[in-house]
């Protein structure tokens, strides 16, 4: 037998102006995307918004449906809609901002299993890191270098086989 321990580094700011002005401004951004979420049943409103390799800032936001759970996350809303407008453009940075009109959010909330995976598959595609900015309406934001740092077994084309 053979024990490994797998871990990542964390970034952990205290407040966003700690930041670069661009991380900075990508949070801005996934903020007001924020504000058009539309999540009338779980009050967990999140921005997403994504930095592409040739400047351009791509947003979405949680659109949910009174079919659970049909809706779509932020997350791949944002980067679905980067994929399908700039095919081949690389994904350089993630920015999420989350909150909810029930309690209050003080800590980032990373991404669901399901975005991680569609996440994942960008970084494995493009063959470079996607770095993560997370943060919600109060407290600390964190950082992570890579997609596959909260990832690290990812599922891959790898398992299906030749095509």
Known sequence: MEKKKIGFELLIFNEASELSQNEQKLLYEASKARENAYAPYSKFRVGAAVLLENGEVIIGSNQENASYPAGLCAERVAI??????????AV???AISASSSKDGVSSPAAPCGNCRQSI??????QQSPISLLLSSESGPVYKCNSMADILPLAFNSSFLGDS
């Open 80 to 89: 679905f809609h980067a994929g399908a407008k700039y095919p081949g453009i």
């Open 120 to 125: 994942i598959e960008y970084e494995q595609k």
């Open 92 to 94: 350089k940075t993630i």
